[in-house]
Each structure stands twice: as C-alpha cells, then as structure tokens.
C-alpha cells in the first residue's frame, strides 16, 4: 500500500544512511499516529518491516518520542 501524501511542510530530515523509502513510511507512521488511525498504521508497519533496519527503527522511535 502506498504511504498517503503528507500534509505540506510536514516532513523532517532524514538521517542519513536510512533507506529513503523507510524515512518516507516512518512520516506517515507518526502521522497516523497523531491521528489516532490503528488500521492505517498497522498496514504502515507492515510496509516499513519490508525496508527496514535498525537504523530506520531507532529513527521512527525518535520521531515518535519527539515533541509535536
């Protein structure tokens, strides 16, 4: 399934090193998140186990943790 678009200036530098697919998932996991939407972020999860390591792990963690 293919990430919604995200909201205009809604995204964040990616750390280098993460898999641009996995920053791009990453975003809109912590979207949904913000959003309350549990099915869109159990598909999300999904997607992102395809393309990630531990790096894009560590990175949706911070990015959840972050203040918004």
């Known amino acids: 399934m293919k990430p919604k678009a995200s909201p205009a200036g ?3 530098p990616q750390p280098q090193g993460i898999d ?3 920053g791009d998932i990453i ?3 912590v979207l949904a ?3 309350g939407d549990d099915a869109r972020i159990r598909t999300l999860l ?3 186990a ?3 390591d531990t790096a894009a792990l560590l990175h949706l963690r911070e990015r959840l ?3 918004r």
């Open 46 to 48: 999904a997607d992102l």
């Open 50 to 52: 395809a393309v990630a």
């Open 10 to 12: 809604a995204t964040t």
């Open 33 to 35: 998140v913000s959003e």
């Open 65 to 67: 943790y972050a203040p």
């Open 20 to 22: 641009p697919r996995a």
């Open 27 to 29: 975003e809109h996991i």
